[in-house]
C-alpha cells in the first residue's frame, strides 16, 4: 500500500507499508519519509520512533525555548568556559537513543546518524545566530563541546581561520592544475597563462604574515 499526506502535522510521502499510521503502529519499507531536515531510508521502523527522534522532541528553531536557549548562553557562559555537547543536545531535546526501542542493529545505528545529522544542523543555526545576531561566536573544541571566543581575540582568530583557508585552496589549486592530462598545445598556452595568474595570486597570498 502506497500512500501520502499528513501525520500529525508532517508531511509524508512515498510510504509503503501496512498497519495504522496514526497511532505510530506501522511497517515501513524503503520508505521516503521527509523530516525537514534529511531524507532518511529505513528498511523497518516505527514511525512513532522516527517521529520522536526528528519532530516530537527536537526543539524548534525560533520558538520561545529557542530563544531562551540563546539567552542562557549569552547570560550563563562566560568567554573560555566550556558548553559540552551533552548540555546541548540536552537543551535540544535529543534524548539517548536506546538499542532496544528498535527493531534491528541496522535501524539503531540509522538512527544514531539521524540524530547527529539533527544535532549538527541546530548547532549550525545556533552557531550562526548567536554571531550574526548577538555578537558571540562559538569556538568547537574537538570532541568536548564549544566555548564562547573572547571578543578581544575574536578579530584575530577570523583572520587566522582566514589564512588556513587561503592555504588548503592554494594546495588544492596546486593538484587540480598540474596534474592535468595531455592537451592541444593551444590550450596548454591559455592553461599556462591561467597557473601564471594563480602563481602570482599565490605569491601576494602567501606574503602576507599572521
Not at 503502529?25 to 520508505?31: A, D, E, G, H
Not at 571566543?149 to 578579530?155: A, D, I, T
Not at 587561503?166 to 592535468?180: E, F, G, R, S, T
Request: net charge neutral; glycine share 6%; proline share 1%.
Amino acid at each position: 500500500m502506497v500512500r501520502s499526506g499528513s501525520v500529525r502535522g508532517v508531511a509524508w510521502t512515498g510510504v509503503v507499508g501496512r498497519g495504522d499510521v496514526w497511532s505510530g503502529q506501522v511497517w515501513l519499507c524503503k520508505s521516503g519519509f521527509k523530516s525537514g531536515l534529511a531524507e532518511w531510508r529505513f528498511e523497518s521502523a516505527t514511525a512513532t520512533i522516527i517521529f520522536n527522534i526528528l519532530i516530537m522532541k527536537q526543539i524548534e528553531i525560533n520558538s520561545e525555548a529557542w530563544c531562551s536557549l540563546l539567552d542562557e548562553i549569552q547570560s550563563g557562559f562566560e568567554a573560555g568556559y566550556l558548553i559540552p555537547h551533552d548540555w546541548l543536545k540536552h537543551k535540544f531535546t535529543l534524548e539517548k537513543l536506546h538499542y532496544e526501542d528498535f527493531e534491528s542493529t541496522e535501524d539503531f545505528v540509522k538512527a544514531i546518524q539521524m540524530q547527529q545529522f539533527s544535532y549538527m544542523t541546530l548547532i549550525d543555526t545556533l552557531r550562526w545566530q548567536l554571531l550574526e545576531e548577538r555578537s558571540i561566536y562559538l569556538k568547537n573544541i574537538r570532541g568536548d563541546g564549544y566555548t564562547i571566543l573572547p571578543s578581544k581575540e575574536q578579530v584575530k582568530y577570523g583572520y587566522d581561520e582566514f589564512l588556513k583557508t587561503v592555504k588548503v585552496a592554494i594546495k588544492q589549486a596546486d593538484l587540480i592544475m598540474n596534474n592535468v592530462l595531455s592537451v592541444p598545445v593551444e590550450q596548454q598556452s591559455k592553461d599556462n597563462d591561467l597557473r601564471a595568474r594563480c602563481s602570482m595570486l599565490k605569491q601576494m597570498l602567501l606574503s602576507v604574515k599572521g
